[in-house]
């Protein structure tokens, strides 16, 4: 039992690690972005990013609350990315 | 006892790969040299990589004991709406003229993207227009 669960905190380790680079490296494309289109894809993929973070830190605290949070950031994290496209497509949101 | 142990590594193992296909998204998403290009990666980040993120919570949780499918619910949530952005996010590289413009479509003259009067674009680009028969 020891080593599956000393297996599970490494693997929780990479995982952290790895959203928070995707985060820094996603950040760069955000601030270097040439063009709108990729600002937009980085900022949808930040959203993404700290939504997995939510659920790498239910997994390491097993917290059952943190359900709500990674569904609340999914829907507004979606409505964002649409919002941000209708305006750059039609330069209104809700016409 | 043997099965907590059996998920406990499922959910590692779920993680690592998981973990494995965000870094791949997000490199892809900072070294693709075109805007099109670059729209290809982070889908995965919002697939394969939350997926496999989600499904570790899932197993942890079953190796608890207290085994909830609560994440099935985003995961289905995520796999509705990736696409959806994504065309939402192509369409803004179309309109911006941010890469080759696609042919033109078999009936109507131009891309209902492309025609807005409002912002003074000039519709008559290459490939654009369907020739007058």
């Known amino acids: 039992m020891t080593s ?16 928070v680079v995707g985060q820094v490296l996603s950040m760069v494309r955000l601030v270097l972005g040439p063009t709108t289109g990729d600002r937009i894809l980085a900022l949808d993929t930040m959203v993404i990013n ?24 999914a829907m507004l994290g979606f409505v964002s990315t649409v919002a941000l496209a209708r305006f750059i497509l039609r330069g209104d949101i809700i016409e | 006892m043997t099965l907590a142990v059996a998920f406990t590594y499922a959910a590692g193992a779920s993680l690592l790969i998981g973990s494995f296909f965000i870094l791949v998204g997000v490199i892809g998403l900072l070294k693709f040299n075109d805007p ?3 729209l290809h990666a982070p889908t995965k980040v919002g697939t394969i990589g939350v997926g496999m993120l989600l499904l570790a919570s899932i197993f942890a949780s079953v190796a608890e004991g207290s085994g909830t499918m609560h994440e099935l619910l985003i995961m289905a949530f995520l796999f509705v709406t990736a696409p959806v952005s994504a065309n939402f996010i192509a ?5 911006l003229r941010n890469c080759d413009i696609p042919p033109a479509p078999p009936q109507d003259d131009t891309w209902s ?21």
């Open chain 1, 4 to 19: 599956a669960s000393g297996f599970l905190d490494i693997a929780l380790g990479v995982a952290l690690v790895t959203l």
């Open chain 1, 50 to 73: 700290a939504l997995g973070l939510v659920v790498v830190l239910g997994i390491q605290q097993g917290v059952k609350v943190y359900f709500e949070v990674t569904l609340l950031i």
């Open chain 2, 36 to 38: 099109m290009t670059r």
């Open chain 2, 91 to 95: 369409k803004v590289n179309i309109h």
């Open chain 2, 113 to 133: 993207t492309l025609a807005d009067q409002r912002l003074g674009i000039d519709n008559a680009t290459p490939g654009a227009k369907v020739s007058e028969s």
